[in-house]
């Protein structure tokens, strides 16, 4: 469907207010997922016949290297996420946003109903199926002032490239790409104000846990600050760990560490718990018990979870000659201060308090005891009955604790 026409002077007031309005939604942080959409509805309405956008950036995340962001005039919006990955798929090397950032070039511009485009890509295959007959792109970079630079396709950068398709016959008219490119600075803008948004969320989630991330960025900043929570405590490390970072060479420490930490993780953030930190080879964990329900039983299986998986990993390193290892765990509860904890310039978000000295106190048991996870009566005390695998070691003096604790283990 056609948008209506209008007059140059109508369609210059008409991008003005949708600059304002693209500068508004910037200052209010707005992510690209609430804005896109009603963006595109705008041109439309401007009488520039969009029927597809698409908008690339770069993610800041440990796992996702890029995101697509889409909008289609009959099916509304969509978000991609692309695997970070260090080798370049075919499919992006034939593609027009891998063209713009390896060329000395800023924008490009391809009718598509001509017998013999001067730029070709397979996407533009899929868009004549579509009923497109122009595609405009253009590359914006936030930190380089040139925005014809060429740039490693590969590398991180900062900034977006923007592709717009019209199904109008003629294509694009001139008019209607000088507004569109008076559009780019405005939108890029508020592009940027989500994506750091986003990008302070993915980094921050990355390093410090989801929910020491959400309280981060609502504010909870102030050295000292902290709260009382219930939770159960949940310290793991690697077995052997000394010994094998002797004997093999600094990647693959890396490796395995990565291999083993992949899956701890997982086990954890599946049944609702939080991971903290890593230290060295362990790794410092909290099942908040007022945000998970059952916590003490959720982690006494989530432990078992990750003795089964464990295994896996090890059957299937092994058959790749890979080294493999074990893990000690403990689990303890009780209340612990959950904030902020450091120096003046140099924070940490974690827990502290004797409940988790008395975590770590139970970690060292794990030898003395030829266990690799052992739990205290804090967390198991009231599941013996009903979880069979339970099994009590009996009661023991740990170091600096008052009390003897009955500790368990899991048959």
Partial sequence: MAAPLVQNWELTAAIQDIADWLVQQGLENAPVELWLEAFCNRLVSAGIPLQRANITVRAHHPEIGTVAFRW???????????????????????????????????????????????????????????????????????????????????????????????????????????????????????????????????????????????????????????????????????????????????????????????EAVDVVERNGGNVLKFMGDGMLAIFDINQVPDARRVAIYAAAELRDTFEELNQRRQADGLPTTGFTLSLHAGDVLYGNIGGRSRLDFTVVGPAVNTTSRILGMCSALDQNIVVSDKVAGDLVGSIPSLVSLGQYRLRGVAEKQELFTID
């Avoid at 309280?215 to 760990?241: H, M």
């Fill in 72 to 262: 289609h005039r009959d099916g509304g919006h969509e978000r991609e996420n692309f695997v970070r990955r260090t080798d370049a798929p075919e499919e992006y090397v034939l593609s027009p946003i891998y063209y713009l950032l390896a060329n000395n070039v800023e924008e490009i511009r391809q009718d598509l109903t001509v017998e013999e485009p001067a730029l070709n890509f397979p996407i533009f295959d899929e868009l004549r199926e579509r009923g497109a007959t122009d595609y405009f792109a253009v590359k914006r970079f936030f930190l380089i002032q040139d925005n014809t630079t060429p740039v490693d396709p590969m590398q991180a950068y900062e900034g977006a490239i923007i592709s717009l398709t019209t199904d109008a016959n003629g294509g694009f008219t001139s008019e209607q790409l000088d507004g569109l490119r008076q559009l780019i600075s405005p939108l890029c803008l508020t592009l940027k104000c989500g994506a750091n948004r986003l990008m302070a969320e993915d980094i921050t989630a990355a390093y410090l846990g989801k929910d020491a991330s959400r309280r981060v960025l609502s504010g909870d900043i102030t050295r000292g600050s902290s709260e009382t929570i219930s939770a159960v405590i949940w310290y793991f490390d690697l077995q052997g760990f000394t010994k094998l970072s002797e004997a093999l060479p600094g990647d693959s420490i890396i490796e395995l560490l990565n291999d083993y930490f992949a």
